[in-house]
């Protein structure tokens, strides 16, 4: 897990926000939490990415209202700081979405892409009607490496 806070600013946030939203919850990390956390963030590409799919931080609260029944829920002592295996898995991924894409570190949109993938926890995105195919290239067209390792905006 360490190598994963080494990530970015912007992961290092959306990871926080997924672990502060557990914690309220008095619950574990699990991947709906990361996806809260990446509609929270103020990575402007990422959030224009979700925007384009249609998550709202709405429809993710709505998703886990359905998905995490009260009885879900995380002594006091690991509210927040333990990690689901799915949630674990889809940090995890976060190298290989890296490396894929030329990056050499972590950053939100590896998040992202981890969530698309169909070995992790595809429901979470099925369940919002999301086209995982279709967004995994979306995230892999906008955040191809480039000179100095930028990513690739609108006007780009």
Known sequence: MNRVMSGSEGMRAVIYSA???A???KDIVRPEYLLMGLVRSAEPIVAE???EFGI???RVEDLIRRNLAPFQTASDEFAGSAFEPAAKSVLES???EASALGHNDLRAEHILLALTLDSIAPELLDELNVD???MR???RQRFAAGPG???KTKES
Request: proline share 4%.
């Open 94 to 96: 976060c190298h290989g």
């Open 23 to 25: 914690s309220l919850r």
């Open 137 to 139: 290239k979306k995230i």
């Open 132 to 134: 995982r195919a279709a």
């Open 56 to 58: 709202t931080e709405d």
């Open 19 to 21: 672990t502060n939203e």
């Open 49 to 51: 990415i979700l925007n």
């Open 149 to 151: 390792d930028t990513p």
